[in-house]
């Protein structure tokens, strides 16, 4: 009982702390990253009270008590919104729409050509939904931890090194597309760079010429990377994955937006707080794009159009892309409307599920509606108090309007929206500017079809594996190879990516399947065949360069731990790494075989019975190498020094030392090398590097992009030959 006394102050000092955390008055406490909606707009279950909106009075309550929190907000956190007065951070104020780019995609790089080709990237979102404003651009995960490149190695080690992704980036500049890349601080298990990470990183973006970071998981980027940042010349927009403390936003001039989507609109928090700031909402796996893209409109905001999801295609449905296309029109065109102070959230509509923002600017005023009914509003929407000279413009659909009054002398403006659909209104004393004026010309034409027009059906990325071409049969007995003999086959593997669960598109698509899933079980016939018994060594591949001169045509990281033209002393026996997947083909071809197929791969390394790993189903310490859990990458052991690791049929050193590349598979935007076996080098401290494959029954995929970035020091391979 005594220990239990001794508890009490404890527990009465966090619940006084806890209390002390919302001290601040308001009957509509932020929820997370969002402001409640007034009482008045709640949805609730007793349908005599649906079909009203909030009375003036009642929505002038709400906002008054929203307001009175913001203004002691910004008290209590000292806030001083200077950084946003920056002219090297004010285009984040008008950046809306930014994809988050894996850099395999192959819309963005040709390995064939050897070029970056940003124009064909740029020219595709322009076309399919009206382009973008900024891009994310994402070297790392989830490859990083394959190997000890941290994650600016990972950047250094994209097609040119430095110098070609400062001209790649230079090339999103004359298109008028700024560039961010990520930073992960959960990266502490590879190289260490040497120097503070805030250092760090504010020097290579300088260097490549970059104009802000993503903070990765991270809730809130410290003021010492905007500091590191300023004190070389180069600010850069700092944008944190999660939720921030409100003090950050003073540093912090953009972040991510993961919402609620309830059916009334929610208040974003930072913009409310500081009308400048910028949110891109994310919302990676969704399929249908329609809260992002109004609760965007709403909050006069942006949208992280995010496509390629760590290689897994999750596409803009064509509705989506068109009512991308649209949002994005009006909001750059209205952007100095979307930073005004005076802001005014769910201004008071006519209509059930029609809500509006109002946003006034000098003597102008513009209103983003968004329909959050499934069907067509159409009629009066909005009354307004009448003003001498006053004009009224459905920016939406590039018309004037033209106001009726009700017996009060109130003016009613009437227009339609469609369902789930978007209005924008300008009122303005006179002609609108010759911006607004092109903005109604543009709209006037993008709506003569209605968004229902456009399909709103999601569909799945299909995905073909590339072929490898049958060897000529082996004469007699190949030196080094073990025969593998026919037999029918269980072929049951799973992927091992971290993200994506087992949704349809997750992992790769095997020829006799429709689609691209993670679990994989196909009973077939394998005709007999000869594997070598060791992974490929640096003595053999030694032997293909003197005898070939082979050199790629891309060299990066080709053969690193070389040196001189010869492997470090010692490492004769030890297998080949730092080789690409065509490298290894161009040595393969040369020895007269193949890299295998994958199938053929754990046949030869699990046999018949299904077991787990080739000795057996239970683990065994000593079949395979010490792990390298350090920070420096020690190299693999020798391919014959763990013999307790062979296979039924005679194979070694198949897993725990190096990877093995063996199929590939595409589809029209990423490349994915399956490898097998896992190695030897595990990093330490995050769950987000690349994955260990040690069971037989799983598989690493690799996302490709060009064979400086594909290399790894972990990375080897074996061949085989075909018998007939």
Request: glycine letters at 8%.
């Amino acid at each position: 009982m005594m220990g239990l006394a001794k508890c009490y102050p404890v527990v009465g000092l966090i619940l006084l702390e806890s209390a002390m955390l919302w001290a601040q008055d308001t009957n509509y406490r932020p929820e997370d990253q969002q402001i409640p909606t007034p009482a008045c707009l709640t949805v609730n279950a007793n349908w005599a009270d649906w079909g009203t909106n909030c009375s003036r009075h009642e929505h002038q309550i709400w906002l008054e008590d929203i307001s009175h929190w913001r203004d002691e907000r910004r008290i209590r956190i000292g806030y001083d919104g200077s950084r946003y007065e920056l002219p090297a951070l004010q285009w984040t104020q008008s950046s809306f729409f930014q994809p988050q780019m894996m850099v395999e995609d192959r819309y963005f790089y040709d390995p064939v050509a050897q070029k970056y080709t940003v124009e064909r990237y740029l020219d595709d979102l322009e076309k399919r939904y009206g382009g973008i404003d900024a891009v994310l651009i994402w070297a790392t995960y989830p490859n990083m931890g394959i190997d000890n490149r941290n994650q600016l190695d990972m950047i250094r080690s994209m097609p040119g090194g430095v110098e070609g992704v400062r001209q790649m980036i230079a090339d999103f500049h004359r298109r008028g597309v700024r560039v961010l890349f990520p930073m992960m601080m959960w990266d502490q298990g590879t190289r260490d760079p040497g120097t503070p990470w805030p250092d760090a990183i504010a020097t290579l973006m300088a260097e490549i010429g970059a104009d802000g970071i993503n903070g990765d998981t991270q809730d809130g980027v410290p003021l010492a990377f905007s500091t590191a940042a300023d004190k070389i010349g180069h600010p850069l927009a700092f944008e944190p994955e999660v939720s921030p403390a409100d003090e950050a936003l003073a540093w912090n001039v953009m972040t991510w937006g993961q919402y609620q989507f309830p059916f009334v609109p929610m208040v974003d928090k930072y913009k409310w707080l500081e009308p400048r700031h910028m949110v891109n909402i994310s919302d990676r796996w969704n399929r249908d794009k329609t809260d992002d893209l109004q609760f965007a409109f709403f909050n006069g905001v942006g949208w992280e159009s995010w496509e390629n999801v760590w290689g897994i295609w999750n596409g803009i449905t064509p509705r989506d892309a068109e009512a991308t296309r649209r949002v994005a029109t009006i909001e750059r065109a209205i952007a100095p409307f979307l930073t005004s102070a005076g802001w005014e959230p769910l201004a008071p509509m006519l209509r059930y599920g029609v809500f509006a923002s109002r946003w006034p600017l000098g003597d102008q005023t513009v209103w983003t509606i968004v329909n959050r009914n499934g069907y067509e509003v159409d009629g009066p929407q909005i009354e307004l108090s009448p003003r001498d000279g006053m004009r009224y413009f459905d920016l939406y659909h590039g018309a004037e309007l033209e106001p009726s009054r009700t017996q009060t002398g109130e003016l009613v403006l009437s227009f339609s929206i469609e369902a789930h659909g978007y209005g924008a209104l300008l009122a303005s004393p006179g002609t609108p500017a010759p911006e607004i004026e092109n903005l109604m010309a543009k709209m006037k034409r993008m709506t003569e079809e209605p968004l229902s027009v456009y399909s709103h059906q999601w569909s799945v990325l299909p995905q073909t594996i590339v072929a490898i071409a049958a060897t000529k049969p082996a004469p007699g007995l190949p030196e080094g190879m073990v025969k593998v003999p026919a037999g029918d086959f269980d072929f049951r593997v799973q992927g091992i990516e971290i993200e994506g669960d087992d949704d349809i598109g997750v992992d790769v698509q095997y020829p006799w399947e429709d689609s691209p899933r993670r679990f994989h079980d196909h009973p077939m016939h394998i005709a007999s065949f000869w594997i070598d018994k060791y992974p490929v060594t640096n003595a053999q591949f030694k032997k293909f360069l003197d005898a070939t001169h082979y050199h790629p045509k891309d060299d990066l990281n080709f053969l690193r731990d070389w040196s001189s033209g010869t492997y470090p002393e010692g490492w004769a026996n030890k297998p080949v790494t730092w080789v690409s997947l065509e490298d290894a083909r161009a040595y393969a071809s040369w020895a007269g075989k193949r890299l295998p197929h994958e199938w053929e791969w754990q046949y030869a390394a699990q046999g018949t019975d299904g077991r787990s790993y080739p000795w057996g189903n239970d683990w065994k310490t000593e079949a395979v190498p010490v792990p390298d859990k350090s920070r420096k990458m020690r190299g693999p052991d020798a391919v014959d020094a763990h013999p307790l690791g062979v296979s039924p049929f005679g194979v070694m050193d198949l897993v725990g030392n190096v990877w093995q590349w063996t199929e590939a598979f595409q589809d029209e935007h990423t490349v994915s090398g399956i490898l097998r076996g896992g190695s030897y080098y595990q990093p330490q401290g995050s769950i987000w590097y690349f994955p260990q494959a040690y069971k037989l029954n799983q598989h690493g995929k690799l996302l490709m992009m060009a064979p400086g970035m594909d290399r790894s020091g972990a990375l080897g391979f074996r061949c085989v030959q075909d018998l007939k």
